[in-house]
């Protein structure tokens, strides 16, 4: 009776770490959509600032090396929490229990 309780106990703590990192992954992917869209936005800006007043130096270039290393470091945080590097669909990796 024991080893069935104990084999559902971990069926459900494997349940749970897979949704746990699962939300990571998916709060990474914002992450990484908000970044792209803000630097696309500010090169956009500073091209047109370009063609209207003439050559400026490449001001957004600031915000993509501070920004880019919040989402390298985030990134880093969520493979070492979730230990994989990507998750893929239907991969065997994604389906193993982790210890």
């Known amino acids: 009776m024991s080893d069935a309780f104990d084999r559902a106990v971990e069926r459900e703590q494997s349940e749970r770490r897979r949704?746990?990192?699962?939300g990571a992954w998916k709060r990474f992917g914002v992450h990484l959509r908000v970044y792209l869209f803000v630097n696309?936005?500010?090169a956009a800006i500073w091209a047109a600032e370009a063609v209207v007043d003439g050559g400026h130096p490449f001001w957004p270039v600031h915000a993509l090396w501070g920004w880019g290393i919040g989402l390298v470091v985030h990134y880093l945080v969520v493979t070492r929490v979730t230990g994989r590097w990507r998750p893929r669909r239907g991969h065997p990796s994604t389906?193993?229990?982790i210890s």
């Open 40 to 42: 696309l936005l500010l």
């Open 19 to 22: 949704w746990r990192y699962r």
């Open 95 to 97: 389906t193993t229990q």
